[in-house]
């Protein structure tokens, strides 16, 4: 038997009073290093020790860890709610501005009916806006909710109302393209 402090002393003192035990784990080391590498040094290697403790006597190692986790857990929480809030609510302005344009006329959704294959350049939507009074802004926007809404007819009446000069225009034409396979895969 060795003439050193048992391991529940060495616990104790390694909880209670880590400087008394820092002290003999020096004097170990150097007058019985078989003593050291068998009873002190597993407590300085054991990564789930506290490698601290508080004036209290009690370790804090632990507790630091589990704040830092709530911590990082409610960061990582209200980040993900501020960007759901900030995509969700990203379409409201363009749903507000096809309401302000289209606010004046009536739109009466019909039940889908099954029609025979036809072009995009034959169809024009039941209700016509007069001409003039849209931008070429405004219906691509109008065209875009349309083909949200899969009303690739009236989607298509809109798109085709830009004119060739206007900047929303090979994005129009883009989606014209888009609509031929949306209707022909019935997507």
Do not use: C
Not at 70 to 93: E, Q, T
């Amino acid at each position: 038997m060795t003439g050193g402090p048992s391991k529940q002393e060495l616990e104790m003192y390694w909880q209670n009073s880590r400087q008394y035990f820092d002290e003999l784990a020096r004097h170990y080391q150097t007058a019985d290093p078989d003593y050291y590498r068998e009873f002190i040094k597993p407590f300085y290697d054991n990564p789930f020790r506290s490698s601290g403790t508080a004036q209290s006597g009690k370790s804090s190692g632990g507790g630091k860890m589990v704040f830092l986790a709530v911590f990082l857990l409610l960061v990582v929480g209200i980040a993900g709610a501020a960007a759901f809030l900030f995509f969700s609510s990203s379409s409201d302005p363009i749903s507000k501005k096809v309401e302000e344009i289209t606010g004046g006329y009536e739109v009466t959704e019909k039940p889908p009916v099954k029609e025979k294959e036809s072009t995009v350049n034959e169809e024009q939507p039941e209700e016509e806006l007069p001409d003039g009074e849209l931008s070429g802004e405004d219906n691509y926007i109008i065209g875009a909710k349309y083909i949200a809404e899969k009303k690739y007819d009236k989607a298509a009446w809109h798109l085709k109302q830009i004119k060739k000069g206007d900047k929303r225009y090979k994005e129009a034409q883009q989606l014209l393209e888009s609509i031929k396979y949306l209707k022909k895969y019935n997507k």
